[in-house]
């Protein structure tokens, strides 16, 4: 068998395997893709979604109203519930995707005439990336299968067609990034299926990196301080309540230095009983504690 004749017996046991299970999630064009993993239940990317309904439409051209079940947004995953007919959910993979591993991507666009299904291969494993909140996701896929608009939390499958991961966004020309379906995101799957959405601790403020704070605080006239900004405050948030203010430098938290994004996030998400967290910021050049209370 030459590679082409291979290449193609692949993919009609990919699309057989797995192409019933890929939807599209919006109207028309749509926003994405979602994948049938259960009876009844659609995974997809957390930031497809535009509220509590969301159409979902089938290969066969069937379209249905569904509502979501769970979502979590900093790890970019819901789950929508939805009448799935007689599809058959997709197949978990048993295995890690491994560098190197040839890899296949689905989705149904709009316009045509079933899946489409594109080729490529792992090109690397364990790479960080943020999710829609700003929060680092660690475990990411960067693979090589070219993936149209509308394709994010479509599935990205072995040669078998078994899920492996599912698709979030393309950082860069001619790479794209996926979640692997780890056994502790299958559990998180299988929770928001549940309506177990997680709850965390939001202070209710739009951050900036440190690199963002110096430059803009040197822009001022202001003197150089290592911590991060305060770019806007929701007026409903626990940061608006304690006192914080756009333009405040977060420089501590907990006690502790904050040099990123990501420590200050880990003092929140390290938010004892209590329900408090002591903050350090530099208002101009004065430096204020400010105590944030948690509901």
């Known amino acids: 068998m030459s590679l082409l004749d291979e290449l193609t017996a692949i993919t009609s046991r990919v699309v057989s395997a797995a192409g019933g299970a890929v939807v599209r999630i919006g109207r028309a064009e749509g926003r994405g893709a979602g994948i049938v993993v259960g009876p009844g239940s ?8 535009r509220g509590e309904e969301v159409t979902v439409t089938f290969p066969d051209g069937r379209a249905v109203t569904g509502t979501v079940k769970g979502v979590d947004s900093d790890g970019d995953l819901a789950v929508i519930a939805v009448d799935t007919g007689n599809v058959a959910p997709i197949g978990w993979s048993d295995t890690a995707p491994a560098l190197g591993a040839p890899v296949l991507a689905l989705a149904l666009p709009a316009g045509g005439s079933g899946v489409r299904v594109t080729v490529g291969t792992i090109s690397s494993v364990g790479r960080s990336f943020r999710g829609p909140r700003g929060r680092l996701i660690t475990d990411g896929v960067e693979h090589t299968a070219p993936l149209g608009r509308g394709s994010s939390g479509g599935p990205l ?3 078998d067609g078994r899920l492996l991961a599912i698709n979030t966004h393309r950082p860069g020309e001619g790479l794209y990034l996926a979640l692997p379906v780890t056994e502790a995101r299958r559990g998180r799957i299988d929770a928001l299926a549940r309506g177990e959405s997680p ?13 963002v704070a110096r ?36 420089v501590a938290a907990a006690g502790q230095p904050v040099g990123s994004i990501d420590d ?10 209590d329900g408090t967290l002591s903050l350090r910021v530099v208002r101009g050049t004065d430096e204020v504690d400010i105590t944030v209370r948690f509901g």
């Open 199 to 211: 709850a965390r601790r939001r202070l209710g403020v739009a951050l900036a990196p440190p690199h």
């Open 42 to 49: 659609v995974v997809t990317s957390a930031h497809n979604l």
């Open 157 to 159: 499958v072995d040669a």
């Open 264 to 273: 200050l996030l880990g003092a929140v998400d390290g938010v004892g009983e």
């Open 215 to 250: 430059r803009l605080r040197a822009a001022v006239g202001l003197p150089a301080r290592d911590g991060v900004l305060i770019r806007d405050v929701a007026e409903s948030g626990p940061g608006a309540a304690a006192g914080l203010v756009r333009g405040d430098l977060i």
